[in-house]
């Protein structure tokens, strides 16, 4: 195709969905006169660098954008300028697929700048071997309405939101999934910088449900906070956490105090596998408590921790002796390959007439013997492992 098709009068235009024209050079829309700006709802490309820079040269157009979906548009290298950003407020989902060149979403022609989305619900970038950041030169998107990040196979990315400020800490309130895959690159999932506090900074994702990240090989934290001694996240909605293969991943959640002992609430499914430098699960420092402490985790049905030959605790408590986990609703337990894991922190207690009993709802432990015959039980009922024992299946 070598003619470049002019359209002058879009009115009514809600999708442009063109598909695997790869000699496709470009395509100009030009609002004419009588146009009405903003007509534009929902816009798919599927193909041609050109097509889509030329869509970025017709200003005034896209106040009403809901949705971008980009996919095999294997020459392009950005998908919005800093000037068009403007013109986004209504935009709810950016959708970029099989964009093999594409190396930023958003450039940024001058000094960093904020750019804010405030409808934004999803994002979603898939196969973008080159993608190395969302907003080049230090740029910010702000997108307080965001559910959905969804990014896989983007192996230069090294992280995928920042903020610059304190300001923005709490921008992501409404974020309920984070899905991180095969990003060789990452190393964290979430970056602020510039924060003046020189002591733990607590940040809290209220409604986050779903934590899954998978095979990022050089991943430290799901939040770095430069500038500050530690990081708190509290994610009190969180009801899944899905981790493989983050090798440089040493903890998941940590919290400073007992206040924040119950964020866990709604937690029911923790399956954590290949970590080889994970230490603990779950970090909770300056708890005041040289007894035991007990956690609860009402709503945990399967706890899988598998190939972790760092992993000491599951859930580790500076200044308490011992922790011990209840879970009246744990189904089944999977532990294999996790040699320095000398405890299992599940509560024991005891029936009517004063008789130890496993957690009511416990259908299956999972384990080595080997591994089983050498933990150790001190820090439960003295028939903890007797109760516990019909349970298991031995591999």
Sequence with gaps: MSNIPTFNTLERLKILRVEYLANLTGILLNASESSPAGQYSHLKVFVGRELWEALLDAPGQYSHLKVVHI???????????SNLMSELKNLEKIEVRNCHAMEELIAVERSPKEFFLPKLKRLSLVDMPKLKSICSSNGVMVCESLQ?????????LKKILSSSSKLQLGVLKNLEEITAVFCDEMEEIIAIDDVDCKKELIISLPKLRKLTLKDMQELKSIINVCGSNGVI??????????IQGCRKLKKILSSSSKLQLGVLKNL?????????????IIAIDDVDCKKELIISLPKLRKLTLLRMRELKSIINVCGSNRVLMVCDSLQEIVIWGCPQLKRLPIYVGVDEKGEPSPPPALKKIDVIRGWWEALEWDHLH??????LLPFCEFD
């Design 71 to 81: 996919n095999e548009c294997p020459q392009l290298m950005k998908l919005f300028t």
């Design 233 to 242: 996240l509290v994610c009190d909605s969180l009801q899944v956490i899905d």
């Design 148 to 156: 959905v990040i969804d990014i896989w196979n983007c192996s230069r």
């Design 382 to 387: 003295p028939s903890a492992k007797t109760i």
């Design 268 to 280: 029911e499914e923790i399956d954590v596998r290949g970590c080889i430098e994970m230490e603990e």
